[in-house]
């Protein structure tokens, strides 16, 4: 039996959470636009640095609960990464759906409502009810996603 699109996406996003180099969640993004992937993003630290799996986490060391003082973390958002990869490739995001293997923070949530991203489909759960009411203020449809 064929995949629906969502179905389809989401795997993807969760191989592509594979590469993740990120020591507390592996998180995968794709963005879709006419059903033909435009980006993909995983978490971790910028091109040519070292990762948190080689020097270790500076939020686990200081105890930093998930969902605070992102400013912290030395790595990319997976939602960050596929929108850098989109505008590196001059690829137009703009009425795109995401789909994303952890719900965004309010940081990706502002740069996703910018570039245009109208349909969101997360798999998990992320403590930031912030970008949720941002997300549903901008008209964003906000999808958990549901593999049946």
């Given at each position: 039996m ?34 033909h ?19 270790g ?81 901008a008209?964003?449809?906000?999808l ?5």
């Amino acid at each position: 039996m064929r995949p629906s699109w969502d179905n389809y996406f989401m795997e993807i996003a969760t191989v592509v959470s594979t590469r993740s180099t990120c020591l507390r969640r592996r998180v995968g993004a794709v963005l879709v636009k006419d059903k033909h992937i435009v980006a993909t993003g995983y978490n971790g630290a910028p091109s040519g640095l070292a990762h948190c799996e080689e020097i270790g986490c500076l939020r686990e060391k200081l105890g930093v609960p998930s969902g605070e003082r992102h400013e912290l973390c030395r790595g990319l958002h997976a939602e960050q990464n596929a929108i850098i990869q989109a505008a590196a490739l001059g690829s137009s995001i703009k009425g795109a759906t995401l789909y994303v293997t952890t719900r965004p923070c309010i940081l990706c949530a502002k740069m996703l409502i910018n570039a245009g991203v109208k349909r969101i489909v997360f798999k998990g759960e992320y403590p930031d009810e912030f970008a949720v009411n941002l997300l549903k203020e901008a008209g964003i449809l906000l999808l958990q996603y549901n593999e049946n």
